[in-house]
């Protein structure tokens, strides 16, 4: 059976539509509606008219299609996809992180469950996690879970205290500074372009630091022809393929991979639209109080 075909077919019949994230297995952008970092994709999500949202991605961005959705069948075809950082806060750590710190507005990364969103004032993603900042008008934040995108956030702004939880990204925060230096030796004229996930040490030897989309876009606008990609292999697939012209790198040329991004094949997708599982539920109580974090952020991201 040809499946992409299929999968198309599929698609129209049942007035569905698939969201893919850009380190997702690169062949899914074949059978994609939308391909993008997590807040292009949450608005795609809040926008869609589709009665099925199948989100090839991890589990959290479906977990938040479908707080957006809540009359919609969200699925995600490989249950298991999960987010090590995501996973490294649950309620009552964030419980325990508020009440060493009370009165001061809590911001999550997008990377979270979504107990953990139905009790923060407004989620962000690494795309706005600076503007979703900023629009608190706070002297102190506390950011969660991820200490690395919070710490690069205090650094841009310069005047607001962010006191971060200690989570991370496996895969960002293990490229070494070191690692940089060594690659641009191979290759002096590329320039380094990361995501706010990796160290602070990290990020301050890259000539651009932005989401999965910014670093795909800076690639898009500049005359450059030489980039280091520190961020998932995923990205570093699409730009390959999108600019043939160019070359690109791997931080020590060893791919980062997430594997539970990697977790969705076609196969899964072609499944998951026929027979519509695994479906995503979540609390109507927690939907709804995680769904206001969520709207208080496309908000301000408008
Ligand atoms: P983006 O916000 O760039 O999509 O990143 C999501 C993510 O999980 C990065 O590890
Ligand atoms: Fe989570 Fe890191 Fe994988 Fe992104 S790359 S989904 S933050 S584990």
């Given at each position: 059976m040809n499946y992409i075909e299929e999968i198309k077919r599929l698609k129209k019949e049942k007035n569905a539509v698939i969201l893919a994230h850009?380190?997702?297995?690169?062949?899914i952008d074949d059978v994609a509606d939308y391909v993008g970092d997590s807040l292009y994709l949450s608005q795609m999500a809040a926008k869609t008219n589709a009665d099925i949202i199948i989100f090839a991605g991890v589990y959290f961005m479906a977990q938040t299609a479908k707080i957006l959705n809540p009359t919609k069948k969200v699925i995600?075809?490989?249950?298991?996809?999960?987010c090590a950082m995501a996973d490294m806060i649950n309620l009552q750590q964030l419980r325990e992180f508020k009440s060493k710190y009370p009165d001061i507005p809590t911001v999550c990364y997008i990377n979270s469950t979504a107990e953990v969103k139905s009790e923060c004032d407004i989620c962000c993603t690494s795309s706005n996690a600076i503007k979703i900042v900023e629009s608190l008008k706070a002297e102190k934040v506390l950011f969660l879970p991820d200490k690395n995108l919070g710490r690069w956030v205090e650094k841009q702004l310069g005047n607001v205290e962010v006191i971060t939880y200690d989570g991370y990204c496996p895969i960002h925060n293990k490229l070494e500074p070191s690692a940089i230096k060594e690659t641009k030796l191979k290759h002096p004229n590329a320039l380094v372009l990361a995501h706010p996930e990796c160290t602070e040490e990290f990020s301050k030897l890259a000539d651009y630091v932005g989401s999965t989309t910014g670093i795909m876009n800076f690639v898009k606008n500049s005359t450059e022809k030489q980039f280091i990609i520190a961020t998932e292999k995923g990205v570093l697939d699409r730009l390959k393929r999108d600019y043939p012209n160019k070359d690109f790198y791997d931080i020590n040329d060893k791919p980062s991979i997430c594997q539970s991004m990697k977790l969705n094949t076609i196969l899964d997708i072609y499944n998951a639209l026929k027979n519509e599982t695994p479906e995503i539920k979540v609390e109507e109580k927690i939907a709804q109080k995680a769904l206001k974090c969520i709207e208080k952020m496309l908000e301000v991201s408008k």
């Open positions: 850009c380190y997702q297995n690169v062949e995600l075809p490989n249950l298991t996809a999960g």
